[in-house]
């Protein structure tokens, strides 16, 4: 073995590479020159699977097809449709119920109720976080007003409201306002609390101040905050609804999912009830993966404030 074998630890067979004594004059050092024609391919193209796999759709619709089956199955198991129906049962209710018009109105009748009452707490919890950027007594109202109402279930202010408002969609948007407006508040200050000084200083650097100041520096850097605060403020704006509705629709005899739900309850149609289950079930998969993530995709994850 020579001494620059022994140096590099080349092989003793084949083709040795071409070796050169460093720059520095010291011939005990070598260094490898040679082409790697012949280096080791570290990538190689992903397998079908892998490549099925990394698809986050896909893993989500196995997800939910593994539910339907040990729904599926559980009912099967009971064989009692008045106290657990089956997944099949279920979805004929609901074709049936689409086929009908039922459900459709019914869902839509419920998701303007919902999306007055979602504007109208997002329009409320701007004011408020921008009354807490803007000064110290907004940020002390804001806390304060956080800390007394937030941990205040939306359903427990029914009565007050029924007497305030009276039978209606007035009363439904109260409830709605009130389960809205704190947890976009919240996640919206806390996220601009959060921009860091660095970014507020170029921003001032370029000129920018006032309205221009939050609308290129600080809501993009806050956004994956307030993107939070809206999928959370209306998750609780979805279930408040649902469950006001079934107040409502004894007292008015009318009413969106929740008084379809309640209606066939009463009537002991069990199938119908999941029916309405799983509709609302469907309406909160089809708001979070297709508007929220769309939404996502264009701001956050285009601004590089998400990986």
């Known amino acids: 073995m020579?001494?620059?074998?022994?140096?590099?630890?080349?092989?003793?067979?084949?083709?040795?590479?071409?070796?050169?004594?460093?720059?520095?004059?010291?011939?005990?050092?070598?260094?490898?020159?040679?082409?790697?024609?012949?280096?080791?391919?570290?990538?190689?193209?992903?397998?079908?699977?892998?490549?099925?796999?990394?698809?986050?759709?896909?893993?989500?619709?196995?997800?939910?097809?593994?539910?339907?089956?040990?729904?599926?199955?559980?009912?099967?198991?009971?064989?009692?449709?008045?106290?657990?129906?089956?997944?099949?049962?279920?979805?004929?209710?609901?074709?049936?119920?689409?086929?009908?018009?039922?459900?459709?109105?019914?869902?839509?009748?419920?998701?303007?109720?919902?999306?007055?009452?979602?504007?109208?707490?997002i329009a409320l919890a701007t004011v408020l976080t921008?009354?807490?950027?803007?000064?110290?007594?907004g940020t002390d109202l804001l806390e304060t007003l956080t800390s007394m109402f937030n941990p205040l279930p939306a359903i427990a202010l029914l009565p007050l409201a029924l007497i305030w408002f009276g039978l209606g969609n007035g009363s439904l948007i109260f409830v709605l306002v009130h389960s809205v407006t704190w947890a976009i508040a919240l996640n919206t200050h806390s996220g601009f609390l959060s921009v860091s000084?660095?970014?507020?200083?170029?921003?001032?650097?370029?000129?920018?101040?006032?309205?221009?100041?939050?609308?290129?520096?600080?809501?993009?850097?806050?956004?994956?905050?307030?993107?939070?605060?809206?999928?959370?403020?209306?998750?609780?704006?979805?279930?408040?609804?649902?469950?006001a509705e079934l107040v409502f629709g004894v007292s008015s005899g009318a009413g969106g999912l929740g008084w379809f739900i309640f209606e066939n309850k009463n009537m002991l149609d069990i199938p119908n009830v999941f029916a309405g289950l799983l509709t609302v079930i469907l309406i909160g998969l089809v708001v979070e993966n297709l508007i929220f993530q769309t939404i996502e995709r264009r701001t956050v994850q285009r601004w590089g404030m998400q990986a």
């Open 2 to 121: 020579s001494s620059a074998q022994a140096l590099t630890g080349a092989p003793l067979t084949g083709v040795a590479p071409r070796l050169t004594p460093v720059e520095s004059g010291r011939p005990e050092i070598v260094r490898e020159t040679g082409h790697a024609h012949g280096a080791t391919v570290v990538e190689k193209p992903l397998s079908l699977a892998e490549r099925l796999y990394n698809q986050a759709w896909l893993r989500k619709i196995v997800i939910l097809v593994l539910l339907a089956g040990i729904w599926e199955a559980y009912g099967r198991y009971l064989d009692n449709d008045l106290l657990f129906p089956t997944f099949s049962a279920t979805v004929e209710a609901f074709f049936r119920g689409i086929a009908d018009g039922t459900l459709p109105a019914r869902a839509w009748s419920s998701l303007k109720v919902l999306l007055m009452g979602y504007a109208a707490g």
């Open 130 to 137: 921008g009354l807490a950027i803007a000064s110290r007594i």
């Open 197 to 243: 000084r660095t970014l507020k200083m170029v921003g001032r650097n370029y000129g920018l101040s006032g309205p221009r100041l939050i609308g290129k520096i600080l809501i993009p850097a806050a956004f994956p905050a307030i993107l939070t605060g809206l999928k959370v403020g209306w998750a609780f704006a979805w279930r408040t609804l649902i469950a």
